[in-house]
């Protein structure tokens, strides 16, 4: 993959509203940002209600989201184009699972919902209606997502990046800033990690950085390019954002998202925790 | 009580900006940064995007606007730099925040 490929401009957008096969998804946790007005043409996914697991602490299988992108009217044929609030965030974390259930051609509009709204480029309130489809999602790319125990022996072993806020990372805060800060888990971070918060990939007005800005602040921050990656952050979403960039933009292989992230990590029993500003020892 | 299940649940999206504060929330422990985001003319700058800078400039957290233009941080006590991006102008404040509620008046501009 490359920018060419996973990531289309606001302009580009614009200009292909109308064009067939080309689905624009808004995905956000908190859709009333959808229903106060959205992309024209764009349909909704709820980050929560629509990619969870009601029951079980797990994201949607394989069967529930081929019926969900079923009820939503999209192909496997479609370019579906996904964006969002919070800097894409959970636009990214979709995006990741289009990949993980092998969507042919996904890609994320560049600064999302942001970028649109600085620009005062045109919204709506119309919700389009979209003949339902009959989509047959692939089993699961195991290659592109991490569980707990592999993150456990990728200590002092692959990369591991965390993308949450240096507060979080150093045990300071256990949420980012705009939640409030109670919680029972442990906080700090998984021993060798390093730090390098999502927003660092981002312009202030959400788009991604250059590729060569991008690969100078994972290699200045120590990513080892010879070596597999994971990245985390709370509950993998923004690591969905580095992911995206390491894997889509620059290119890297063998990058997994660890979407049980630090709400996983930080409640499991025994396993090694570093605290403050440094990676830590294996 | 919040159980743990319910704020692993609640996601890592901002919360309602224009909703009181949670009776959950202990303003004997938390800093909280809140104020309303206007333009030049008085007006409020509804879906402003508003950023949570730290002491050296980094990057923080990030909410919107609610129509009314307010927002709302949980941080930690010392200096912040609350800074908005709207479709009608940018603008930025220093916050020297202290633990309870750290009322601020944003106003934004075209440069």
Same mark, same amino acid.
């Given at each position: 993959?490359?920018?060419?490929?996973?990531?289309?401009?606001a302009?580009?957008?614009?200009?292909?509203?109308? /064009?067939p096969g080309?689905?624009?998804?808004e995905?956000?946790?908190d859709?009333?940002a959808?229903?106060?007005?959205? *992309?024209?043409?764009?349909?909704? *996914?709820?980050w929560k209600k629509d990619?969870?697991?009601?029951v079980?602490r797990?994201?949607?299988?394989?069967?529930?989201f081929?019926?969900?992108?079923?009820?939503?009217?999209?192909?496997?044929?479609?370019?579906?184009?996904l964006?969002?609030?919070?800097?894409?965030?959970?636009a990214? $974390?979709?995006?990741? $699972?289009?990949?993980?259930?092998?969507h042919?051609?996904?890609?994320l509009?560049?600064?999302?919902?942001k +970028?649109?709204?600085?620009?005062?480029?045109?919204?709506t +309130?119309?919700?389009?209606?979209?003949?339902? /489809?009959?989509y047959?999602?692939?089993?699961?790319?195991?290659? *592109?997502?991490?569980?707990?125990?592999?993150?456990?022996?990728a *200590?002092?072993v692959?990369?591991?990046v965390?993308? &949450?806020?240096?507060?979080e990372f150093?045990g !300071?805060?256990?949420?980012?800033?705009?939640?409030p800060?109670?919680?029972?888990?442990?906080?700090?971070?998984?021993?060798?990690?390093?730090?390098?918060?999502?927003?660092?990939?981002?312009?202030?007005d959400?788009?991604?950085?250059?590729?060569?800005?991008l690969?100078?602040i994972?290699?200045?921050?120590?990513l080892?390019g010879s070596?597999?990656?994971?990245?985390?952050c709370?509950?993998?979403?923004?690591?969905s954002?580095?992911?995206f960039?390491?894997?889509?933009?620059?290119?890297?292989?063998n990058?997994?998202? $660890?979407d049980?992230?630090?709400?996983e990590?930080?409640s499991?029993?025994?396993?090694?925790?570093?605290l403050?500003?440094?990676?830590?020892?294996? | 009580?919040?159980s743990?299940?319910?704020?692993?649940?609640?996601?890592?999206?901002?919360p309602?900006?224009?909703?009181?504060?949670?009776s959950?929330v202990?303003?004997?422990?938390? /800093?909280?940064?809140?104020?309303?985001?206007?333009?030049a003319?008085?007006?409020a700058?509804?879906?402003? $995007?508003? !950023?949570?800078?730290?002491?050296?400039?980094?990057?923080?957290?990030?909410?919107v606007?609610?129509?009314e233009?307010?927002? !709302?941080?949980?941080?930690?006590?010392?200096?912040?730099t609350?800074?908005?991006?709207? &479709?009608?102008?940018?603008?930025?404040?220093?916050?020297?925040?202290t633990?309870?509620v750290?009322?601020?008046?944003?106003?934004?501009?075209?440069?």
């Amino acid at each position: 993959m490359s920018r060419d490929t996973a990531l289309v401009s606001a302009d580009w957008a614009e200009n292909n509203l109308e /064009t067939p096969g080309v689905v624009f998804v808004e995905v956000d946790e908190d859709t009333t940002a959808y229903d106060g007005g959205h *992309i024209p043409g764009a349909i909704k *996914i709820d980050w929560k209600k629509d990619l969870q697991d009601p029951v079980r602490r797990d994201f949607v299988n394989q069967e529930q989201f081929a019926a969900l992108l079923s009820e939503r009217g999209i192909s496997n044929d479609d370019t579906v184009v996904l964006y969002g609030g919070n800097n894409n965030w959970f636009a990214a $974390y979709a995006y990741w $699972y289009f990949k993980l259930y092998g969507h042919g051609d996904v890609k994320l509009l560049d600064g999302g919902r942001k +970028k649109w709204e600085l620009d005062a480029r045109v919204y709506t +309130k119309d919700v389009p209606v979209r003949a339902k /489809t009959s989509y047959v999602a692939q089993p699961q790319d195991k290659s *592109i997502r991490a569980f707990r125990d592999e993150v456990v022996e990728a *200590i002092g072993v692959k990369n591991l990046v965390d993308v &949450r806020s240096p507060d979080e990372f150093a045990g !300071r805060l256990l949420a980012p800033a705009h939640l409030p800060q109670e919680q029972s888990q442990r906080a700090g971070h998984i021993p060798t990690a390093i730090s390098v918060p999502w927003s660092k990939a981002a312009n202030e007005d959400g788009t991604f950085k250059s590729d060569d800005e991008l690969a100078k602040i994972y290699g200045e921050a120590g990513l080892d390019g010879s070596k597999d990656t994971i990245a985390y952050c709370r509950i993998g979403e923004r690591s969905s954002h580095t992911w995206f960039v390491l894997k889509e933009l620059l290119g890297q292989e063998n990058v997994k998202n $660890y979407d049980g992230s630090w709400t996983e990590y930080g409640s499991l029993i025994g396993v090694p925790i570093a605290l403050g500003d440094e990676p830590g020892k294996a | 009580m919040t159980s743990p299940a319910t704020n692993v649940a609640a996601g890592c999206a901002a919360p309602d900006q224009s909703a009181p504060l949670p009776s959950s929330v202990d303003l004997e422990k938390e /800093t909280v940064i809140t104020g309303i985001v206007r333009t030049a003319e008085g007006e409020a700058a509804g879906g402003a $995007y508003v !950023r949570l800078l730290d002491s050296s400039g980094e990057f923080t957290a990030e909410v919107v606007a609610s129509p009314e233009g307010v927002f !709302r941080f949980f941080a930690a006590p010392g200096s912040w730099t609350v800074r908005a991006l709207s &479709r009608f102008g940018n603008g930025e404040l220093a916050v020297d925040a202290t633990r309870g509620v750290n009322e601020v008046a944003l106003n934004v501009a075209t440069a």
